[in-house]
C-alpha cells in the first residue's frame, strides 16, 4: 500500500519542549515538503526538500528544523523558539518538477500547553 | 502575504446546485493551477489542476475556468452532492515546486 504515514496523529507537549514530527513515504518521490495549516490561513509552507541532504526554508519556517537523511524519510522539528506551535501539521510529497501532483499525509495535530 | 486570494471563505448549496469558488493571483511566472478537496481531520487530495495555456478544464463535475489576463482562475462543482461537502484549496506554483495555497473555501451541501 504506497503512501504517507505522520506519526502520531495527535501529539502534546508542554510549552519549551521541542517535539519531532514524522514522515514517511514509500512512493519513492524524491520532493517532501512540510506545510502547517492553521483555521482561515490555508497551508503555509515550513520547509521542503528536493533531494536527499538537501532542504530549503518555505514561507514559514523560523522555529523549525528538518533533516532529510533518506529518502523515505523528512522529520520536522518544532523547538521552543517557535511562538505559536499549536498547528496542524502536514506532509507531502511529490515526483521531481513543479508540476507534479503533491500527495499529503493525514497530519499530526500538535498541541502546545 | 498571500500570494493566491481565495473567495468565498465558505458557501453553503442546495443539493443539485452549483459551488463557484474563486482564486485570484498576481505572480505572471505562476503556470500551474491545482485545486485541491480536504476533508475534515485529513490531509487535503488533488482534485483537478490547469495550465495556463487552456482556459477551461472539465472532469466529472468539477469544471476549472482559467483568466490568464485577469489572473483569475475558478472552480465549479455541478449537481453539488452531499460528498462534496469539504473545505477547497486553489493554488499556485512555478517550476520551483512550491506550492502557494489560498486560504480555503468551506462548501457545505444540504440535502
Known amino acids: 500500500d504506497g503512501g504517507i504515514t505522520q506519526s502520531p496523529k495527535y501529539l502534546f507537549r508542554k510549552e519549551g519542549q521541542n517535539v519531532t514530527l514524522s514522515c514517511e513515504q514509500n512512493l519513492n518521490h524524491d520532493a517532501m515538503y512540510w506545510y502547517r495549516q492553521d483555521p482561515g490561513q490555508g497551508l503555509r509552507l515550513i520547509y521542503y526538500?528536493?533531494?536527499?541532504?538537501?532542504?530549503q526554508k518555505g514561507d514559514i519556517a523560523e522555529g523549525y528544523s528538518v533533516s532529510r537523511e533518506k529518502k523515505e524519510s523528512f522529520p520536522l522539528t518544532v523547538t521552543s523558539a517557535q511562538k505559536n506551535p499549536t498547528a496542524f501539521y502536514l506532509c507531502?510529497?511529490?515526483?521531481?518538477?513543479?508540476?507534479?501532483?503533491?500527495?499529503f499525509g493525514p497530519g499530526t495535530r500538535l498541541t502546545v500547553t | 502575504q498571500q500570494q493566491v486570494k481565495q473567495s468565498p471563505q465558505s458557501l453553503i448549496v442546495q443539493k443539485g446546485g452549483i459551488s463557484i469558488i474563486n482564486c485570484a493571483y498576481e505572480n505572471t511566472a505562476f503556470d500551474y493551477f491545482p485545486w485541491y478537496q480536504q476533508f475534515p481531520g485529513k490531509g487535503p487530495a488533488l482534485l483537478i489542476a490547469i495550465r495556463p495555456d487552456v482556459s477551461e478544464k472539465k472532469e466529472g463535475r468539477f469544471t476549472i475556468s482559467f483568466n490568464k489576463s485577469a489572473k483569475q482562475f475558478s472552480l465549479h462543482i455541478m449537481d453539488s452532492q452531499p460528498g462534496d461537502s469539504a473545505t477547497y484549496f486553489c493554488?499556485?506554483?512555478?517550476?520551483?515546486?512550491?506550492?502557494?495555497f489560498g486560504a480555503g473555501t468551506t462548501v457545505t451541501v444540504r440535502a
Open positions: 526538500s528536493q533531494i536527499v541532504n538537501d532542504f
Open positions: 507531502a510529497s511529490s515526483m521531481s518538477g513543479g508540476f507534479y501532483e503533491q500527495y
Open positions: 493554488a499556485a506554483s512555478r517550476s520551483d515546486y512550491k506550492l502557494s
